[in-house]
């Protein structure tokens, strides 16, 4: 985009924007406000608008598309693919916006669009109650839900967008869409998890909660040279069967140094079924359980938070597979092989029960995935680029080498991954989402990320 046409931008928004509410580069706050999760997006929009009025988000966008300047909307801005910030353009920033309203006679959350996961776990845990959502407490609940929404309750209970209930959503036009199973019914669809956006902005999602649940939760961790083997077992465990009441999550990391297999994991849903399968889980593996106790739920959701602290350089690559597929001694080998501590390899297994009993009416693509691999990287210097990427890039080929039908999940891939677009390669749902793109955002303003290519993507 011409320098002219991010000045011309600048002007006109002065003009119908109140003071205070743009963040322009001659401002002090500008740099750390033009900030995004992953510091490898380093872009500097020529305006960062912060704003719920709809009126001013109207005129903003008459400007943005009059002189045909990108646009990128911020929630959490957490995603691995920086898709909430753009060079010269215009950055819509609701991350300042994050209260979280609970109505007890509906059992309803109501969520502005800059909340993250834990203004929604502290708010709900105050009624008792709860929304499956992902598993680091920053991360904006508003980007988690477009694209699925994988946490510590899937086992049983299924992905974040499969507890969106509505949406208010601001179209480029101008109208204000309330959003549900009842109205507008094919863009509630793909809010659903569709990983292509929101085809306009949205100002509000509401949650259907669930009670509190108690759970049972810790890592069980053992040394790197017994990770494949005890690998194999969880393997073996689940080829029997997937239990609905216990949510696996196998990380290969380093903790203080030191390469390790933690398999992380939450027990949650009947008593008796969760001690069951515990003691099931228990008799295969082995090691030392000290760690798994009961915990309070908003708790367990932010024990890793600082895993993920404090925002750096990162590239992630998922795969996700119709079978147990993935060869844990491969797994082993790319922790192994990895560059720097910074470096991990997430296993997480899904019940595929439970995610196909909220396909009705969802975008999401994956709802086969029986595993998911996420390699993931994160350094904080510049020069270290290439070495990382070549690693995540490098064993996840070496992942699906051999392997039809992979997919990846778009909360956990830029928009390089093509196994990652738009609907994750299903061609019937790409048409549908084309369809959605001609109906509620034509001139596409709103086409970034996984949806960039959705008019020329060979699904």
Not at 79 to 98: A, E, M, N, P, Q
Not at 402 to 412: F, K, L, T
Request: charge should be neutral; hydrophobic fraction near 35%; proline fraction near 5%.
């Amino acid at each position: 985009m011409s320098g002219e046409a991010a000045r011309a931008l600048v002007e006109q928004l002065k003009t119908v924007v109140p003071d205070g509410c743009l963040v322009l580069p001659s401002s002090p706050r500008y740099d750390a406000a033009r900030q995004v999760y992953n510091r490898m997006h380093d872009h500097r929009p020529a305006a960062i608008l912060r704003s719920l009025d709809e009126t001013v988000l109207r005129k903003a966008l008459t400007c943005a598309a009059t002189l045909k300047v990108p646009v990128a909307v911020r929630s959490g801005g957490h995603h691995i693919g920086g898709f909430s910030t753009v060079d010269g353009g215009l950055v819509i920033d609701f991350s300042v916006f994050r209260d979280v309203a609970y109505d007890p006679d509906t059992g309803t959350a109501r969520v502005r669009p800059g909340a993250r996961l834990g203004d929604l776990d502290a708010r709900l845990a105050a009624y008792g109650r709860c929304v499956p959502s992902g598993t680091v407490s920053d991360t904006g609940i508003t980007g988690l839900t477009l694209g699925g929404g994988i946490g510590w309750l899937v086992a049983g209970h299924g992905l974040t967008c499969d507890h969106l209930s509505g949406a208010r959503v601001l179209l480029a036009d101008g109208r204000v869409l309330e959003v549900s199973r009842d109205h507008h019914p094919d863009l509630f669809h793909a809010l659903r998890g569709g990983g292509a956006g929101a085809f306009g902005i949205i100002l509000e999602l509401r949650f259907r909660t669930l009670p509190l649940p108690r759970i049972t939760a810790g890592s069980v961790r053992f040394p790197l040279d017994r990770a494949a083997d005890v690998l194999h077992r969880i393997h073996g465990l689940l080829e029997e069967r997937t239990p609905t009441s216990l949510t696996l999550a196998p990380a290969l990391v380093h903790r203080d140094g030191v390469p390790e297999l933690s398999v992380d994991l939450c027990c949650h849903g009947d008593a008796r079924e969760t001690a069951r399968e515990t003691a099931r889980l228990r008799r295969r593996i082995g090691g030392d359980w000290s760690d798994v106790v009961e915990r309070a739920y908003p708790r367990w959701q932010s024990h890793f938070d600082s895993s993920f602290l404090p925002p750096m350089r990162g590239y992630w690559k998922s795969t996700h597979s119709t079978r147990l597929a993935f060869d844990p001694d491969l797994l082993t080998g790319a922790l192994r092989a990895a560059p720097t501590a910074g470096c991990s390899v997430l296993v997480e297994y899904f019940n595929t029960d439970t995610l196909h009993a909220h396909a009705e009416g969802s975008a999401y693509p994956l709802r086969e995935s029986r595993m998911g691999v996420l390699l993931s990287a994160r350094w904080p210097d510049q020069a270290e680029d290439d070495t990382h990427v070549r690693w995540g890039r490098t064993w996840t080929e070496r992942l699906r080498s051999g392997h039809d039908g992979v997919r990846a999940y778009s909360n956990y891939s830029d928009a390089s991954d093509s196994r990652a677009g738009v609907a994750g390669g299903d061609r019937r749902l790409g048409d549908v989402l084309r369809q959605l793109e001609e109906t509620y955002d034509p001139d596409r303003l709103f086409a970034r990320g996984h949806r960039a290519a959705l008019t020329s993507a060979t699904l």
